[in-house]
Every structure is written in C-alpha cells, then in structure tokens.
C-alpha cells in the first residue's frame, strides 16, 4: 500500500545528514518555529560547548549522535546517542562536547492545559 501523501510542507530528511561539523564550532539550524516552541538541530566539534545560562522555557535535549555532558543545576549529566534529558526553564544549564556530537533540541513555549 502506498503511503498518503502529506502535503507540500512536509519533507522527510535524516537529521544526521541535515547539519554538518565544522572544525571548532558550535553549528546549528532551526527546522521548526511556532508559538508553541521551536525545534533546532545542533553540531558540537570536540572539546566545544555552550557556557551556562538560563532559559525562559523548558528544553528537551535528544542526543543523535555522539556523547555529549550537560550539567544542569549544577549536575553533570552524561548522555550518548539516543538519551535525552528535560533542562527546566531557568535553571542554569551548560553544553559540552567531550567528542563530536549532535542534537536536537526542542523548545516547549506552551504547556498543554
């Protein structure tokens, strides 16, 4: 059976081809906007990272490949390919990449109910 055909704005891609590295950068590209949140992949270069800071939502983190430490609230969290973790909204939270890594990173704007 064939399968339905979503529509003009719908486009499948894999998100490990969608964002390359670049040697001692942090790369990103943003896939979705609403007013509900955004969806944002990212590529972290070794030994890269995002210093602390705060955000006024809440983030999901989910690890597409590679190995990545986040510390949030003043925890270190070490996550590999397919862990995810939940970074609340104005905790302090930091990125680092202890080897290449990729991510997608949902930002939740609205909460349900």
Do not use: C, W
Request: charged share 20%; proline share 7%; glycine share 8%.
């Amino acid at each position: 059976m064939a399968e339905p055909d979503a529509g003009p704005e719908s486009n499948k891609s894999n998100a490990l081809d969608v964002l390359a590295y670049q040697p001692n950068a942090v790369v990103s590209r943003e896939l979705v906007r609403s007013t509900g949140g955004t969806v944002t992949l990212f590529a972290f270069d070794q030994g890269e990272g995002l210093s602390e800071h705060t955000a006024p939502f809440d983030a999901l983190v989910l690890v597409l490949e590679g190995s990545a430490r986040i510390t949030i609230g003043g925890t270190p969290h070490r996550l590999g390919k397919d862990d995810f973790i939940l970074m609340p909204a104005h905790v302090p939270h930091a990125l680092h990449a202890p080897e290449r890594f990729k991510m997608m990173l949902t930002m939740i704007r609205e909460k349900a109910g």
